[in-house]
Each structure stands twice: as structure tokens, then as C-alpha cells.
């Protein structure tokens, strides 16, 4: 019957029952299938390019699904945990999706059966509860006693990290520069105190990591070359003043009734000037750095007194600079002293490839510490800076957390194992978290089929290794086979394991709970009934 | 669009062009109930632990995955008027109680349906309505009776968590303990002595990342933001808080400076200088530790801010300045002027943390005069936040009725079967025509334990059935219990299943009231909307095309 009023706004589109949920989980397939051959070591790269024509090179879940752009909106919880692997734990992403993916594929023909969904949502809970359960049971606690053992074990895990990206090759290189890198920072380990800078040219092995900071020189002015290019111990002064001639106030005027008042104006300007640049010098600092432009004038007046300076340093640059020579940034010259300048053991300015870099090394805090990244193409430069981003953040999850677990599938399915062991002695519905096992497979069946194997044969030689009691066996993508992998040492932090599990199977139910999907008619400004839930609460924007 | 509805000769014509009419039985009540019941079909899926989710998108794109029967119809925008009707009945149970929209939709739906038969079978409209408003009051007095259960102190965490849990239950299937838990705490910390208990000290903080299990309660409040300047950590903290920028006074005229000869220039930003700095300094010398400004911190005051060692804090929400001063006891002041003691707030620990890799703004008290609690709630996707929180926000409202009205009735339904019961058999009792209104308002109760039934894969008419032999027994605290497999039953008292007594209440009431207005409406008239038909955005795409 059709009704002569309509119920909803003209232009609501609404779907509903079992085929929207299949259509749901048949969305989230496709955004996974994606992903997927982006899986471990020998997996493929995407490369994207965006609507500005920018091309992205990537290897890594999160920037892939970030660039996808999906609108789907059951889809989009796929971007979002992959967000929040990345947020989380930095590595893990494409693992995540794929996953997430699998989960729902496996329930998918029960679902065409007719089994209620709120049942297969209930048995992946359980069966998340029970893998995290098990692997904080089996997961290997670092030892932090042994230095060099914590810090071999570190660099195995950044080393696992790494395998999958497209700087392998150099991992061992690279595995070495992250823990030094991360082992540098304080007990926070805040992650921007590790600078990333990347200058085109030269080969990845010209790669260096600075301990202190280093950053591109700044724009400077006639006078600048003048100036002596190295010290020691010099005295640094951090500002965020311009030097130059300029107005003191937007809205200033100046009235002036005689020639000789509007010299004495003049003058008062350069004085004002002077004034600044004086008291810097008397100061003693001999590296002057600021935020805002330093001028002519100012650059010409410290070469005259052999000193350096820098304008339109980056803030982040500026802050970096804090953590490693101390001091802070002033923005009145009057505060100058030396418990307000840094300073360090040697500043020097170097010639790396095209660019010219300012370097602060041996710095008495030492917070801080900034890889300087050298490489052929752009693309190749971003996603070797995507990659290191991912086995820093590792390295710092191991370092919060100490437990660790065999990659490479070995995890997965031990946890597939033992969730097949549970299964067999539930007797009701919830025996569905075979799905569950099943769908761990799907992480070293990945591997193997991105690398060329062939995956049965490899899954049953795991299968049968495990049902053993060999906990560790993973693919092994080197020899086409199974190997041990904690004693391979393909090392990752249980953590990662863990999260990847949880958001993956909250994503999962979230897809599953859903059987009814309505979308209003687009509205052009943000009117009535446009305030989003929750009146207004807990929202600390 | 639609068939063409022959008028009323005479009286369609004295209404301008465009406008539609319809009256009478067949036209105009008859079709109320359908759109009614309709809308009512919606939202029966997502009733109970095991209802299903709706996705939702708004006109603005934003995407809504809930069950939360009051989100859903918020962001449905029902046209239908007699559906609106029930949108406000259950938007004002929203307000009174904050939980149990979906019961008065539903009910509201399950009403109109039973009436559709009666007119049918050729009862007027009006008797109808009598007849449900008379069950009604029946099933008020009845419902006192079948309290079970009393929380009488309130501020017992454990006996608050179990009130708390049937309400999460039916939001955030399988992780009811949990965060039934995590909310009572976080409401009996900050209940008040004296006053009643304002559910908008109870914040929430949504972080993505990690699971939701890893979800907190901090006594005091966190804000989703970074330190102005570079002190982070504070102990013990005095704080001043100001509604306004912490920064040079900007003249609101227009205005010069006019500077006459070069030593006034020279003076000019030496003079700004230090006046800055006896500001910043007064402060210090006052004994402030923390600044929290309501808008720009000025480069040179954070300068001297930091110079003299105190922390720096920018809110942009002016609610959150406002919650703020609360929480630490301070005066919002509205100029930049030096906080006397009194007007000063204190928190034992200000810091900023890193969960996930969000960077938060932590203000802490560890004493009883926290009067701001936050709930930091962690999960995988946005959407399952926004969920999660709505769920928050129902246990909260749930707590507030506790701390007024603490009784409880059975939950899993058995409620419901035991109004049932006893309306039908006090229908017999009545004379006159009533009868059979009053008879149905019995059975449409019946349709919370069918749609349990229905949501969970189960036979509804073998549920009902057995449901019903067991109240006839005498037990009345009997209900379905949908963790089983199969048919299941279960004390509703014993297994923890309450619900709050207000809850139901009002439900019924509104639900009734609602269904009543809806039968009483004999004509329609709707004018001619202004501005013309809204032409048809240009075909946004499917939803689910893949």
C-alpha cells in the first residue's frame, strides 16, 4: 500500500535483513582483498595516486587504506582500525584488515544458513578473550638485566618489523640505527623527538643517525656566507624574535613635526635593532637560531663578530634543539643568560648531497636524535621513512612491553590450534569459533601465497608441527618451509599480536550486529537534528 | 507518487492548491497506524542484548552505528506526523528517564496494531482509547507490586553495578559487566553529599585504539589536547582559570598608538614587555601553579610563563572552562587579573599522558571533593566509541533514577507477562466495550517477550506460552533467558535481570498516551509546504552497490 504521507524524508534510502548484511560483509572482503598482497616479506607494494597526482609508493595497511578513500560505511570501520593499529601500535596494520576481513568471510555462509548473527558474535568475543588469554600465557618476557641481550632482542624485533617493508635488504643496516635511535630518547619515549629528515641522492647506506640534532639550513641573507661554518662548546641562543627592521605595532602611527624628530625616528628604529643584536652579543652566544627571519642587517652584524645564525627554523626543529642542548626559547632578548642557552660539543654545517645541514652533536641532554635518510626516488624516501616510523614504534612497544612472540604465522597458528582444541569440547552454537581458528590461517596461508608457495602444503606441515606441541613453527621465507621462528628470531611484541586480535574482532561484530542500514538525503548546512549524539557530552574537542 | 485520493467535495476546495486532506476512519486513523507500525518494525530489531544494529547516515554524512533506539530516531527525521507523535513520546521518556526509548516505541507500535484490529471489527476509535487509558491505569497500580528489588544505599559501587547492568546489558551485549562496573564507579565517586547527583559530572573521553576492556575511570577530568608551554607535570596545583585569551588586552576600538618622538618609540615595546611580565609574575607571587585560558596564550606570555615555571593550559570549549572551574573549585574569572585564594581551584596532579598516541591533558584529584569524573573509553573504531558512549550515557541516566527512585522490577520480560496476566483477567471484570480494548492492551505487552524470542532465533509462540504457564504458577519473577540455547528460562531475580521501576513507568505511560493521541486523530490536514517540492539531490549512490 502506498502511503499518501511518506514516513521518512523524500530521498532516505534504507536497506535491510540479511542480504544488507551480506552485502556488508562482502564490502569489507573487497577493502581487505586490497590489502592483501601487501602481507609479509615477499609482499607487493601499491602505488597510488591521489587526486593531485601525487604518486604514494606504500607497503604499509594504514597508508593504503588511509589514500583508499573508501565511502562505504561498513568498509570504513576497516580503515579504522587500521587507524587505530597504527595509532596504537604503529605496525600490524595490514595483518589487522586482512583479519578482519577473513573473520567475516568465514561467518559468511553461516550466515546465508540462518544462524543468528548475536551467535557468531558471541563465539568471536569468546574466542578473542580466549587467543589473548593464551598468548600472554606462552608470550617470552625480555630479559632487561643482560644489556646487550635486551638490546639484541630489540633489534630483532625492529629487524621483524622491517622484513615485510621495502627497505629488507637493509635491515640489519637499519635495525641497529632504530634501537640507537629509540635508546637515545627518555623514559616517555616521546616519538617527534626522533627527527626524520630525508635528503634525495646517495644510497639508503648513507643513511646516518645524528645524536643530537640536525636540520636543513635555514634561508639566509647577504652576509651569511661570511660567517664561520663550525665551533666547539659554543653558547646557543634559542629566540623567537625578528631580527629586522619593522614596525614595533601593527597600528602604530608616528607624527612627527620637524625634519630633525623624523631623523631622530629613524634612528631610534636602527637603535631599536641594535639594541637586540647588542645585547645577543654581549650575551656570548655565538649560535643565534630563531623562529621568526633574521634580516640582513642582523646577519651581516653577527659575521662581523664571528657568529652564526639561523631564521625560520622550524618549531618542531626549534623544540628538538631544546631536548638535546637545553635552554629555552626566548622571546624578549632581555632574559639572555646562560642558564637560557643550550649548548653543545660541536655545531658544524655540512654538505649532504644537494643540501647543506646545520649539525648540533654531542649535546649534553641528548633526548634527541635525528636520522638523516638518503635514498634515490621521493616515493622511495617516503615509504623508507613510513617503514622506519613502523619499526620505531615497535622497538618502543617492546620496550613498554617485554613480552614478546614468533612471527611469521607462527602465533597464529598456535592460537588456530588451540582454539580447534577448545571447540571440540563446546557442545552448542558457540562451537562456531572454529571459524575463528580457521580465519587465523588465513595470515601465514598470506604469506606463503604472496611469497609463491604453495600454501596446503606448508599450512598442513605447520598444522601437523603444532598439533606436536611445537609452538614456534612458522613459515619460513627464505627456505620455502617451516621453520622454528623464535629461534629464527622473526620476533614481535605481543602487544601487537594482541591489539590486532581485539581490533579486529570488534570490527568484525561491529559489521556483524548490523542489519539495517538507512542514509538521510545529504543536507546542504549543518540545520536542525544535525547535532551528533549524546547531547553534547563527552566531547573534549 | 501515489494514488489519488478522491476529497471530500466541497471542503477540499476551500483549502489552497496543494494542500492535502484526508479524514475518517478508513483514511485517516487506519493510516496513522500503518505508518505507525511501520515505523514501529524498525526499530523492534534492535530491542534486547541480542537486537541488531542500525547503521544510520545522517544528512551531514555522519555515519551512526547503534542500537540506541533514541539515536536512531533522532537521526531518522520521520516525516509521517502521526510517527512523530511516538518520536516525541519517546524523546520526553529521553528526558525524564534517558533510558527505554525503544520500549515506548515499540509498545507505542504494538498498541496502534491491536487497535487497527478493533476498529476493524467495528469499535469507534474513542472507546479504544478509553479502554487502553483505563488498562493503563491498571497496569500502574499493578506494577508496585511486582518490585523485587530496592537499592537503598547508593552509594554501595557493588550494588549500583548490578542496577546498572540490564540497562548496558541491552546496549553493549557481552561487555555488560564491565562497563557496568566502570560506570558506577565513576558515578558513586563524585555523588555528591547534599545535592542530587547532575549527570553531566560524569564526563566521557573517547581515545581510539586498544580494545575496550583497557577503558578507565580518572577522578577529574581529561582533555583531548597539549600543554601551551613546556612545564607538563604539576603536583598539588593551584589554579587559576580564565574565561578569556591570556594575552596583551586588545582594545576593542579600533585604535592608534601614536608615538611622537624616537623615545617614545624606543619605550614602547620595552613598556609592553614588562608589563607583561608583572602580570605573569603577580600570578606566580600569588601562588599559581596552573593557567587554564579560554583562548589564545599569547607568544609573550607563554614566554614569561614559562619563565616563571607554571603550567599552561588551553581550553577551547567555553563548557569545559566552565567544567573545569568546577571540578578544581576555582572562579572562572573573565579578565586577566590576579586570582584572589578563594577564586583559586586546586587538583592534586596535572599532567599530560600518552594513551595510544593521543596526547591528553590529565587534571587529577585523588580527594572526595572531585566533583568531575571521566570515563576514558578505548576501541578499535569511531563508530563502536560513539556506541559505546551512548551506552555510558544510558547506565548514567540509569544511575541518576536510582539515586531517586531505587526500586526494581523483574527484567528478561517477566514483567511484562505478569502486567499481561493480571490486565487480561481484570478485563473480564469490566462491562461495557472497553473490554476488548483493555484485552488487547494485555496483548500487546506480549510483544517484548515475542520480540526477545524473535531477536534471538527462537520460536516467540512457544516462549509465550511457556511463559505464561509459569506466571500462572505463581512465579512472577520468571523470564526468557537468552544466553541459553534453545528455550530457556530463568528467575529474572535470581540471574540479575532488574530493570528500574521508573523506567517502566513512564514508559507505559507515554507509550499509552502516545498510542491514544494517535486513535483520537480523525482528519488530517497538512498545508502545502512552503517553497515548493524539494527537487532531488543528484542520485547519491546506493549504500550497499559494491
Not at chain 1, 437 to 443: F, W
Not at chain 1, 445 to 467: E, V, Y
Not at chain 2, 304 to 326: C, P
Not at chain 2, 353 to 359: N, P, Q, V
Request: hydrophobic fraction near 40%.
Amino acid at each position: 500500500m502506498q502511503h499518501q504521507i511518506i514516513l521518512l524524508k523524500e530521498g532516505t534510502e534504507s536497506s535491510q535483513g540479511k542480504s544488507q548484511l551480506i552485502s556488508n560483509i562482502n564490502a569489507c572482503q573487497a577493502i581487505a582483498d586490497c590489502v592483501r598482497t601487501t602481507l609479509g616479506p615477499r609482499g607487493s607494494d601499491k602505488l597510488i595516486v591521489n587526486n593531485n597526482g601525487n604518486a604514494t609508493i606504500s607497503n604499509d595497511g594504514a597508508t593504503i587504506m588511509k589514500m583508499l578513500d573508501v565511502v562505504h560505511p561498513a568498509a570504513r570501520t576497516l580503515v579504522d582500525i587500521a587507524k587505530s593499529q597504527d595509532a596504537e601500535v604503529g605496525d600490524g596494520t595490514t595483518s589487522v584488515v586482512l583479519l578482519a576481513g577473513e573473520l567475516l568471510r568465514q561467518v559468511k555462509p553461516y550466515i546465508e544458513e540462518g544462524v543468528h548473527s548475536q551467535v557468531t558474535i558471541k563465539a568471536y568475543r569468546k574466542a578473542t578473550n580466549l587467543c589473548i588469554e593464551k598468548i600472554n600465557e606462552i608470550a617470552v618476557t625480555i630479559g632487561k638485566t643482560n644489556e646487550a641481550e635486551y638490546r639484541a632482542s630489540l633489534e630483532k624485533c625492529a629487524a621483524t618489523a622491517m622484513s615485510s617493508k621495502l627497505i629488507h635488504g637493509q635491515k640489519d643496516f637499519f635495525k641497529k640505527m632504530v634501537v640507537d635511535a629509540v635508546l637515545m630518547l627518555d623514559t616517555l619515549l616521546p616519538l617527534d623527538m626522533i627527527g626524520i629528515k630525508k635528503v634525495p641522492g646517495g644510497g639508503l647506506e648513507d643513511t646516518l643517525l645524528v645524536q643530537g640534532v640536525a636540520f636543513k639550513k635555514t634561508f639566509s641573507y647577504a652576509g651569511f656566507e661570511m660567517q664561520p661554518k663550525s665551533y666547539d662548546n659554543p653558547k646557543i641562543a634559542l629566540l623567537n624574535i625578528e631580527l629586522e627592521l619593522k614596525a614595533e605595532r601593527d597600528n602604530a602611527e608616528v607624527r612627527v613635526s620637524n625634519v630633525a624628530e623624523y631623523q631622530k625616528i629613524v634612528d631610534a628604529e636602527w637603535g631599536i635593532l641594535y639594541d637586540k643584536l647588542d645585547k645577543i652579543h654581549q650575551s656570548g652566544a655565538k649560535i643565534v637560531l630563531s623562529k621568526l627571519p633574521i634580516g640582513d642587517v642582523a646577519t651581516q652584524y653577527f659575521s662581523d663578530r664571528d657568529m652564526f645564525c639561523a631564521g625560520r627554523v622550524p618549531e618542531e626543529d626549534l623544540k628538538r634543539t631544546i631536548k638535546a642542548c637545553g635552554g629555552s626559547v626566548l622571546t624578549t632578548v632581555g632574559d639572555l643568560k646562560d642558564s637560557t642557552m643550550g649548548t653543545c660539543e660541536r655545531f658544524e654545517e655540512k654538505q649532504i648531497g644537494s643540501d647543506r645541514f646545520n649539525f648540533f652533536t654531542g649535546c649534553p641532554h641528548a633526548k634527541t636524535c635525528t636520522v638523516v635518510l638518503r635514498g634515490g626516488a621521493e616515493q622511495f624516501m617516503d615509504e623508507t621513512e613510513r617503514s622506519l616510523h613502523d619499526a620505531i614504534m615497535i622497538v618502543r612497544r617492546a620496550m613498554k612491553n617485554d613480552a614478546i612472540v614468533a612471527g611469521g604465522g607462527a602465533i597464529e597458528m598456535e592460537l588456530s590450534k588451540y582454539l580447534r582444541d577448545v571447540s571440540r569440547t563446546i557442545a552448542g552454537k558457540e562451537q562456531l569459533l572454529i571459524g575463528y581458528a580457521k580465519a587465523l590461517e588465513v595470515i601465514p596461508r598470506q604469506l606463503c601465497d604472496n611469497a609463491g608457495f604453495d600454501s596446503t602444503n606448508i599450512l598442513n606441515k605447520l598444522r601437523q608441527k603444532h598439533a606436536q606441541g611445537h609452538k614456534w613453527y612458522g613459515v619460513d621465507i627464505m627456505n620455502e618451509d617451516i621453520a622454528d621462528n623464535f629461534h629464527e628470531c622473526v620476533w614481535e611484541p605481543s602487544l601487537v599480536k594482541i591489539n590486532a586480535l581485539t581490533a579486529a574482532s570488534e570490527a568484525a561484530c561491529l559489521i556483524l550486529s548490523v542489519d539495517e542500514t538507512v542514509k538521510n538525503p545529504k543536507s546542504g548546512g549543518g540545520d536542525m537534528g544535525g547535532m551528533p549524539a549524546g547531547r553534547g557530552r563527552g566531547r573534549p574537542m | 507518487m501515489a494514488l489519488h485520493v478522491p476529497k471530500a467535495p466541497g471542503f477540499g476546495s476551500m483549502l489552497k492548491e496543494g494542500a492535502k486532506f484526508f479524514s475518517g476512519v478508513e483514511e485517516a486513523v487506519i493510516r496513522n497506524i500503518s505508518a505507525c507500525k511501520e515505523f514501529a518494525q524498525t526499530v523492534r530489531t534492535v530491542y534486547g542484548p541480542h537486537g541488531m544494529n542500525k547503521m544510520v547516515i545522517n544528512h551531514l554524512d555522519k555515519l551512526f552505528v547503534t542500537n540506541d533506539a533514541a539515536t536512531i530516531i533522532r537521526e531518522l527525521e520521520v516525516e509521517h506526523p502521526a510517527a512523530k507523535i511516538m518520536v516525541l513520546a519517546s524523546q520526553m521518556q529521553e528526558q525524564e528517564v534517558g533510558d527505554g526509548t525503544n520500549f515506548v516505541i515499540i509498545f507505542a507500535g504494538a498498541l496502534l496494531e491491536a487497535a487497527e484490529s478493533l476498529i476493524k471489527t467495528g469499535l469507534n476509535p474513542t472507546d479504544i482509547a478509553d479502554g487502553f487509558e483505563k488498562a493503563l491505569e491498571k497496569a500502574l497500580e499493578i506494577l508496585p507490586t511486582l518490585v523485587c528489588h530496592e537499592i537503598k544505599d547508593y552509594r554501595n559501587e557493588e550494588e549500583v553495578t548490578k542496577g546498572l547492568k540490564t540497562s548496558i546489558m541491552s546496549k553493549q551485549f557481552g561487555n555488560e559487566d564491565f562497563l557496568s562496573k566502570l560506570i558506577a564507579k565513576a558515578c558513586v565517586s563524585i555523588l555528591p553529599e547534599k545535592t542530587t547527583f547532575n549527570v553531566d559530572n560524569v564526563r566521557v573521553c573517547k581515545i581510539s585504539g586498544s580494545g575496550l576492556t583497557s577503558s578507565s575511570v580518572v577522578q577529574g577530568m581529561v582533555f583531548k589536547r597539549l600543554v601551551e608551554g613546556s612545564v607538563s607535570k604539576k603536583e598539588k596545583a593551584k589554579i587559576a582559570v580564565y574565561t578569556c585569551p591570556v594575552d596583551t588586552v586588545q582594545t576593542e576600538t579600533k585604535g592608534t598608538v601614536l608615538i611622537k618622538t624616537a623615545q617614545e618609540l624606543k619605550d614602547f615595546s620595552k613598556g609592553e614587555e614588562s608589563l607583561v611580565e608583572n602580570e605573569i609574575k603577580a600570578l606566580k607571587e600569588a601562588g599559581v601553579d596552573v593557567i587554564v585560558a579560554g583562548g589564545k596564550v599569547g607568544e609573550l606570555c607563554l614566554h614569561f610563563i614559562n619563565k616563571y615555571e607554571m603550567m599552561a593550559v588551553r581550553l577551547n570549549s567555553k563548557f569545559d572552562v566552565r567544567r573545569i572551574a568546577k571540578t578544581t573549585g576555582a572562579t572562572a574569572l573573565p579578565r586577566l587579573t590576579v586570582p584572589t585564594p578563594e577564586e583559586m581551584g586546586y587538583c592534586d596532579l596535572v599532567y599530560t599522558d600518552e594513551i595510544g598516541d593521543t596526547m591528553v591533558v590529565v587534571f587529577r584529584n585523588e580527594s572526595k571533593e572531585s566533583r568531575v569524573s571521566t570515563v576514558i573509553l578505548r576501541g578499535a573504531t569511531e563508530y563502536l566509541l560513539d556506541d559505546v558512549e551512548r551506552a555510558v550515557d544510558d547506565g548514567i541516566n540509569t544511575f541518576k533514577c536510582i539515586t531517586r527512585d531505587g526500586r526494581f522490577v523483574p527484567g528478561a520480560a517477566a514483567t511484562e507477562i505478569e502486567l499481561a496476566r493480571q490486565i487480561a483477567k481484570h478485563a473480564d471484570t469490566c462491562p461495557g466495550l472497553e473490554q476488548y480494548a483493555i484485552k488487547k492492551f494485555a496483548q500487546a505487552l506480549e510483544v517484548f517477550p515475542r520480540t526477545l524470542a524473535e531477536n534471538t532465533g527462537v520460536k516467540p509462540n512457544e516462549v509465550l506460552s511457556r511463559l505464561y504457564a509459569a506466571h500462572e504458577e505463581g512465579k512472577k519473577s520468571e523470564g526468557f533467558d537468552i544466553e541459553g540455547e534453545g528455550l530457556n528460562f530463568k528467575d529474572a531475580v535470581t540471574a540479575g535481570f532488574l530493570d528500574l521501576f521508573v523506567t517502566k513507568h513512564w514508559a507505559l505511560k507515554y507509550a499509552t498516551n502516545a498510542a491514544c493521541t494517535i486513535i483520537r486523530v480523525d482528519q488530517i490536514i497538512m498545508a502545502k509546504r512552503a517553497g515548493g517540492p524539494q527537487a532531488r539531490p543528484a542520485g547519491p549512490q546506493d549504500a550497499d552497490e559494491d
